[in-house]
């Protein structure tokens, strides 16, 4: 079986993983542990799981394994913590502090909205917050629920 070896850009970490030939390449990164974009849930369709093989780009999710491989992932820009916004030509940054906060005392976590209190849960939860992630394309509208 082949293997794939998994870079990242700017890092000197790899990840490498046996595969079957013919193995999506996402599937490999998958097994891996290596977290590779896939708002269109790999249909091929949004194109944000963009990773380099022999210097050319390709989708993960539809590369195949075929031999032994190397595939570049690159930086994720989420870890940025702006977020770079254009509209109406004109260019702006936005904090990516998150709105909604926990904070947990005396056997309640308080939910805060900003600065205002908006809730309270019984017991510790100040690590379990999810929240929905909406991305109204041209074409397509994607809803992701995230942890």
Known sequence: MPQV???????????????ARGTPALEAARRAGVEIRTPCGGSGMCGKCRVRVKGETVLACQYRVVSDTEITVPKNRDDDKTLRILTDGQSFTHDRAPFITKRFSGGTTRVYGGADLIGSEDGDTSEETYGLALDIGTTTLVLSLVD
């Open 5 to 19: 070896v998994f870079l990242f850009e700017n890092a000197p970490a790899k990840r490498t993983v046996t595969a």
